[in-house]
């Protein structure tokens, strides 16, 4: 069975920085798309990054560009999602994503609140 379990989030301040995680078992990552999404309060739920399987090529939204580095682990089956320069705007529950055609999983979520 495929889980993805998700840690790090947590409340900083605007222009703080948050590095979050996500390891997965029952599965390699390097064999799924894996991404970040997010979703705030009365809003759809967004992508954030994305690592494309077998490539270390990660794509990101307009709104983070810049800010924030999608990493990949092989060997800990980890993903990882550097937040830089985090603003108020950023706050939301980021969910890890795995993907692979009609296939998707994910994670419970982790809580980000950046607040002054």
């Known amino acids: 069975q495929v889980q993805l379990i998700e840690s790090g989030g947590g409340l900083v301040h605007p222009g703080g920085s948050l590095n979050l995680s996500c390891v997965a078992s029952?599965?390699?990552?390097?064999?799924?798309?894996m991404g970040w999404f997010r979703q705030a309060p009365g809003k759809q739920r967004e992508l954030v990054a994305r690592?494309?399987?077998?490539?270390?090529?990660?794509n990101y939204s307009d709104s983070v560009r810049g800010r924030f580095t999608m990493t990949r682990d092989v060997a800990k089956n980890t993903v990882y999602l550097q937040m830089n320069n985090l603003e108020i705007e950023d706050t939301a529950i980021y969910y890890c994503?795995?993907?692979?055609?009609?296939?998707?999983?994910w994670g419970q979520g982790t809580q980000v609140t950046v607040s002054s």
């Open positions: 690592i494309v399987r077998k490539t270390d090529d990660a």
């Open positions: 029952g599965t390699l990552i390097y064999i799924w798309d």
């Open positions: 994503n795995a993907n692979f055609l009609r296939t998707d999983h």
